[in-house]
């Protein structure tokens, strides 16, 4: 992607609700939430295909990685492209693993080795806990269109639930009284960080979509 003082600013940008926005990932569960987290809004979204390559993750921030993943994938299907970096930060981690949580312990470890990995690491130690969602959209010649959602919980002293995927089942969100493993998809949609970064990005861009 072009620096930035070569891009046009993105709210000069207009998306034709026609054309579909690409989602840069591979990962098919992160992908069905956020198609069920879009609904009905127009642009809809898609999941890249094999086209898409793999991209390292570098950025010291998920800012950065979001931007990274996106305009991989927006320069080579010269077309929207919608990227989301996310991560759990635990406190007495110093908010590790963070923006390197898909790659903890090791890249490809498989998620109850990473919620393992997360629960030996803290001990007995304070539990307290956010998710990061940092949603990035990239039209080639434009500067990115960047939304961020958060939410607090604390780590669960064990996985309990089998919904959601990832670090979802030590995930405890006191309000519910039930780690995000143990919720149903419309109630953790409701409070979650993926969540609160999505529905800002549709409401930043909703002005720039053309009917």
């Known amino acids: 992607m072009s620096t930035t ?17 690409t989602v840069a990932t591979k990962n098919v569960d ?9 609904g009905s809004f127009l642009p809809a979204v898609k999941i890249a295909g094999p086209e898409y390559p ?10 950065e990685n979001a931007v990274l993943k996106a305009s991989a994938l927006a320069d080579l299907l010269r077309g929207p492209a919608l990227a989301d970096d996310s991560g759990i930060e635990v406190d007495a981690l110093g908010g590790q693993p963070g923006v390197v949580s898909a790659r903890t312990p090791y890249a ?4 109850a080795v990473r919620n393992e ?3 030996r690491a803290i001990g007995t130690r304070d539990r307290g806990a956010r998710f990061v969602s940092v949603c990035a959209l990239v039209v080639p010649g434009y500067q990115p269109v960047i939304a ?3 939410v607090r919980g604390f780590v669960a002293d064990a996985p309990r639930g089998g919904r959601g995927f990832g670090y979802d089942p030590i995930f405890y969100y006191t309000p519910y009284d039930a780690t995000f493993g143990e919720v149903d998809s419309s109630r953790k949609h409701a409070v979650s960080h993926r969540g609160r970064a999505i529905r800002e990005l549709q409401a930043i ?7």
């Open 148 to 150: 961020r959602g958060e």
């Open 30 to 38: 992160k992908f069905r939430e956020i198609m069920e987290l879009w």
């Open 54 to 63: 793999d991209v390292e993750e570098h950025g010291a921030t998920y800012e």
């Open 108 to 111: 490809g470890a498989p998620s």
């Open 117 to 119: 990995h997360i629960l």
């Open 205 to 211: 861009i909703a002005s720039l979509v053309t009917r």
């Open 5 to 21: 003082e070569k891009l046009r600013d993105w709210h000069e940008l207009r998306l034709d609700s026609h054309v579909p926005i």
